[in-house]
């Protein structure tokens, strides 16, 4: 009697064992896989790259995706990073930035049943979701706290590569400047890369010699040199992309913060939840909570200027404000 009821508890076990099993397989062969081709510099450039990677690992964390990155580093060319994701059977692949845009489109014409996002950029391929930002919003609320704040009336951007995508972050810089101190001075000059730091610190020497007394770059690690020279000379400055606060606490004053992580994560979201993507193109701004600005440290606004800065913010969320791209 024993013996029959071991074996009968053992065939229950083994029962219900592969039951779990299959339901393991089950929802490993469900579970949302999500691809990314991360921006030139890769990770550790502590403001585009990291941001996407940040909102893929909060997808997966709250959402239960998972996924996979390629750095330039681990591939030769952007095309060879995309075709290995592709390979993997990912269900979503990303392409983090413009400069990925013509790999991205020969990988989405190569496979066409495969769905593809491009950040920064817009393509008219239709397995292609576009994801772009108004940074020129932003970009004028930095702007308008330089000019309301300059205390030499000479104020500087430095941009990264000289692309359109980079004039939107001058455009509305300069803008906001003029629009609150039409007096105002603004040195511009563009580095021609993203990727050196060293070379951001002798733009921004130069610009501080020549009464600079803040400093905006959109120039991604180009960017982190300009805003360590800005410390080191006791100047102020602004981050961008991330809130990159933490890298020159004493100089910089806010950053314009394009919020890729949350665009990346709500989208992932949508393709989790609903099996799709609704918007083929989505331009985020103010509005859209695509961009913003950080905190204000190290100096303050007086009551006035708070007060300007607060409306440019709703006039420019509301509509009745537009800001040249």
Same mark, same amino acid.
């Given at each position: 009697?024993?013996?029959?009821?071991?074996?009968?508890?053992?065939?229950?076990?083994?029962?219900?064992?592969?039951?779990?099993?299959?339901?393991?397989?089950?929802?490993? =062969?469900?579970?949302?896989?999500?691809?990314?081709?991360?921006?030139?510099?890769?990770?550790?450039?502590?403001?585009?790259?990291?941001?996407?990677?940040?909102?893929?690992?909060?997808?997966?964390?709250?959402?239960?995706?998972?996924?996979?990155?390629?750095?330039?580093?681990?591939?030769?060319?952007?095309?060879?990073?995309?075709?290995?994701?592709?390979?993997?059977?990912?269900?979503?692949?990303? *392409?983090?930035?413009?400069?990925?845009?013509?790999?991205?489109?020969?990988?989405?014409?190569?496979? /066409?049943?495969?769905?593809?996002?491009?950040? =920064?950029?817009?393509?008219?391929? /239709?397995?292609?979701?576009?994801?772009?930002?108004?940074?020129?919003?932003?970009?004028?609320?930095?702007?308008?706290?330089?000019?309301?704040?300059?205390?030499?009336?000479?104020?500087?951007?430095?941009?990264?590569?000289?692309?359109?995508?980079?004039?939107?972050?001058?455009?509305?810089?300069?803008?906001?400047?003029?629009?609150?101190?039409?007096?105002?001075? %603004?040195?511009?000059?563009?580095? *021609?890369?993203?990727?050196?730091?060293?070379?951001?610190?002798?733009?921004?020497?130069?610009? %501080? #010699?020549?009464?600079?007394?803040? %400093?905006?770059?959109?120039?991604?690690?180009? *960017?982190? *040199?300009?805003?360590?020279?800005?410390?080191?000379?006791?100047?102020?400055?602004?981050? #961008? =992309?991330?809130?990159?606060?933490?890298?020159?606490?004493?100089?910089?004053?806010?950053?314009?913060?394009?919020?890729?992580?949350?665009?990346?994560?709500?989208?992932?979201?949508?393709?989790?939840?609903?099996?799709?993507?609704?918007?083929?193109?989505?331009?985020?701004?103010?509005?859209?909570?695509?961009?913003?600005?950080?905190?204000?440290?190290?100096?303050?606004?007086?009551?006035?200027?708070?007060?300007?800065?607060?409306?440019?913010?709703?006039? %420019?969320?509301?509509?009745?404000?537009? #800001?040249?791209?």
């Amino acid at each position: 009697m024993r013996k029959h009821t071991f074996v009968l508890l053992l065939i229950i076990s083994m029962v219900v064992l592969s039951a779990c099993n299959n339901v393991e397989e089950q929802s490993s =062969d469900d579970q949302l896989k999500v691809g990314i081709m991360l921006s030139d510099n890769g990770l550790g450039d502590q403001s585009f790259s990291d941001m996407g990677f940040a909102g893929l690992e909060k997808a997966r964390d709250e959402l239960g995706i998972s996924f996979d990155y390629r750095e330039l580093q681990d591939s030769e060319t952007y095309e060879q990073g995309l075709e290995e994701l592709v390979e993997q059977g990912n269900d979503l692949i990303i *392409g983090l930035g413009f400069s990925i845009q013509e790999a991205l489109e020969t990988a989405a014409q190569k496979y /066409p049943e495969v769905s593809f996002l491009l950040i =920064d950029s817009k393509s008219d391929l /239709p397995n292609v979701y576009n994801i772009t930002f108004k940074e020129e919003e932003g970009s004028f609320l930095v702007g308008v706290i330089a000019g309301m704040k300059t205390q030499s009336n000479v104020v500087g951007f430095v941009g990264g590569e000289d692309v359109e995508l980079i004039h939107k972050f001058e455009n509305g810089f300069v803008d906001g400047v003029k629009a609150v101190n039409p007096d105002a001075k %603004i040195l511009t000059e563009y580095a *021609g890369t993203f990727g050196d730091d060293q070379l951001g610190k002798k733009i921004a020497g130069e610009m %501080i #010699v020549s009464g600079v007394d803040y %400093i905006y770059p959109a120039a991604g690690f180009t *960017g982190v *040199g300009v805003l360590l020279q800005s410390q080191e000379s006791g100047i102020y400055s602004f981050g #961008v =992309d991330s809130d990159q606060f933490y890298l020159a606490e004493e100089a910089i004053v806010s950053s314009m913060v394009k919020q890729v992580d949350v665009a990346i994560f709500n989208t992932v979201k949508e393709l989790a939840e609903k099996g799709s993507i609704s918007e083929k193109d989505q331009q985020l701004g103010l509005k859209e909570n695509g961009v913003a600005i950080a905190p204000i440290r190290i100096i303050s606004l007086s009551a006035q200027e708070q007060k300007t800065l607060d409306q440019y913010i709703e006039e %420019i969320s509301n509509g009745t404000a537009t #800001v040249r791209k």
